[in-house]
T-cell receptor
Framework: AQSVAQPEDQVNVAEGNPLTVKCTYS??????LFWYVQYPNRGLQFLLK??????LVKGSYGFEAEFNKSQTSFHLKKPSALVSDSALYFC??????????FGSGTKLNVKP | NAGVTQTPKFQVLKTGQSMTLQCAQD?????MYWYRQDPGMGLRLIYY???????DKGEVPNGYNVSRLNKREFSLRLESAAPSQTSVYFC?????????????FGPGTRLLVL
């Protein structure tokens, strides 16, 4: 089955430390991968996407993600976390032409 | 430029009642989508409309109907609401149905079915 998985329900990190939010995928063919962020009581906001080209993708708010085809992963990273980064993060993969599959989400808690 | 708007923001229904969730976008996007968000399950696609005049089922279409009224508007109807439909509903749009297109989301509608 085509899918995307976020193995961690929650990630806790101290402000100023690097953060990683994990995502793995399982789709046939070449995946199109996205990261979205959701703040409380808000809709999802686009962070970054991988379509083709460089495996390291840079996005909004200092976030970046690394596409690893051999490990079928697309982990979200940031060198130095901010308290304001605390939110719910979703990985998504486009499959079957126009259908998005979203991961279950990872809650990021950045503590001062 | 309001982006994607949804009405209402919150609704309480009794089992068996019907209602329509409204969505509109002002970005001249061709494709529109309806998702539901449930705890621990991420977003699941209910229906989508690749272009004006077309609609297709997503992952969880049972109990729902949709109408692509025009290019701007895409409504979701619950004919006979059930407690299992308690959820947060998000509408989204994208420029076109090319696979790499980013989706833009509305603020959501919180629905409680008693």
């Amino acid at each position: 089955a085509q899918s995307v998985a976020q193995p961690e329900d929650q990630v806790n990190v101290a402000e100023g430390n690097p953060l990683t939010v994990k995502c793995t995928y399982s789709v046939s063919g070449n995946p199109y991968l996205f990261w979205y962020v959701q703040y409380p009581n808000r809709g999802l906001q686009f962070l970054l996407k991988y379509i083709t080209g460089d495996n390291l993708v840079k996005g909004s708010y200092g976030f970046e993600a690394e596409f690893n085809k051999s490990q079928t992963s697309f982990h979200l990273k940031k060198p130095s976390a901010l308290v304001s980064d605390s939110a719910l993060y979703f990985c998504a993969v486009i499959y079957n032409f126009n259908k998005f599959y979203f991961g279950s989400g990872t809650k990021l808690n950045v503590k001062p | 430029n309001a982006g994607v708007t949804q009405t209402p923001k919150f609704q309480v229904l009794k089992t068996g009642q019907s209602m329509t969730l409204q969505c509109a976008q002002d970005m001249n996007h061709n494709s529109m989508y309806w998702y539901r968000q449930d705890p621990g399950m991420g977003l699941r696609l209910i229906y989508y409309s690749a272009s004006e005049g077309t609609t297709d089922k997503g992952e969880v279409p049972n109990g729902y109907n949709v109408s692509r009224l025009n290019k701007r508007e895409f409504s979701l109807r619950l004919e006979s609401a059930a407690p299992s439909q308690t959820s947060v509903y998000f509408c989204a749009s994208s420029v076109d149905r090319a696979r790499q297109e980013t989706q833009y989301f509305g603020p959501g509608t919180r629905l409680l079915v008693l």
